[in-house]
């Protein structure tokens, strides 16, 4: 007992909490300068396939992506609310914010189940034969379709697995209302896929 | 406990989440509307707002110490270099 005080009492005294925020955000701009590579080839295409980008386009579904948004938006939001909770002491109403985003995530990623699904159905998938007969542009659409939005629910689904251990950590009061970094650079983690969904979702959805 | 008072409460969190729910319906009600060339870039400008108010409140950059916006500027800058010089290499090759 005496001894687990101990270790708290040093750990309290080592802590950077700024340090370990800068260095959250260091990561998150490496995170930016790998998406910022697959925008600026997207550019690029888009600038030498505009028509066809256009029409492949047209088999996105805007309903789905403005759903998508929305549910990103707001797991956005519970993240902070998780924030705000903790620096109120209050760990139960963190938790149930932190429930909150993992289930808008889970919606997310079922919707994504769905959309992926639809379009396979339709051989439109990277190396079907119904897409590779084509025009070139709109192969590298879904192309860039499929990369882009599937590495960016590879960022949803490691941000599950973080803030499902963060949750966890909570309960176990090892992140407490003094001892909150983590919850944050988490949440960081989470605001930065909703950032990158941000410009994902007008450039994919939205070119009529 | 002067650190305490400059994080914003749950008021401003739903205000800004409600001012990017407003954005997304402008933004998908102006991809409707045909504007040509300018199509492009509202939507990337709305994008770009919707992005400065998760930047700013959401991820509490405008509440941090200098350093961090520092990085932003840095990292933004990078990237904005980045597609510049791309373009001005594809453009006029």
Do not use: C
Request: hydrophobic residues 55%; aromatic residues 14%.
């Amino acid at each position: 007992m005496n001894n687990s005080h101990d270790v708290a009492l040093n750990s309290h005294v080592h802590r950077d909490d700024v340090g370990a925020k800068m260095g959250m955000w260091l990561f998150l701009f490496t995170e930016v300068l790998l998406f910022g590579g697959m925008f600026l080839v997207y550019a690029v295409y888009r600038f030498q396939n505009q028509e066809q980008f256009k029409l492949a386009a047209l088999e996105l579904h805007t309903g789905i992506g403005t759903l998508n948004t929305i549910i990103l938006l707001t797991s956005s939001l519970t993240v902070a609310l998780s924030i705000a909770a903790i620096q109120n002491k209050n760990k139960f109403l963190s938790i149930v914010y932190l429930n909150a985003t993992l289930l808008l995530a889970l919606f997310f990623m079922v919707n994504k189940y769905f959309e992926w699904s639809t379009k396979f159905a339709h051989g439109i998938y990277p190396g079907a034969k119904e897409l590779l007969e084509k025009p070139n542009g709109q192969i590298l659409f879904y192309g860039l379709y499929y990369v882009m939005t599937g590495l960016h629910g590879l960022h949803v689904l490691i941000g599950m697995i973080i803030l499902y251990i963060i949750k966890r950590q909570i309960k176990k009061d090892i992140i407490t209302s003094d001892n909150y970094v983590r919850l944050e650079n988490s949440g960081l983690y989470w605001h930065l896929v909703d950032l990158i969904w941000i410009f994902l979702f007008p450039l994919f959805y939205l070119i009529q | 406990m002067e650190h305490s008072k400059k994080h914003p409460g749950y008021n401003t969190y739903i205000l800004v989440w409600l001012a990017l729910l407003m954005f997304t319906s402008i933004t998908v009600t102006i991809a409707g509307i045909d504007l040509g060339k300018y199509t492009l870039l509202i939507a990337m400008f709305i994008a770009a707002i919707k992005s400065a108010l998760v930047i700013n409140i959401f991820m509490h950059i405008k509440f941090e110490e200098k350093i961090f916006k520092v990085f932003l500027l840095l990292s933004g800058m990078t990237l904005l270099i980045i597609f510049v010089l791309t373009f001005s290499d594809f453009l006029f090759r």
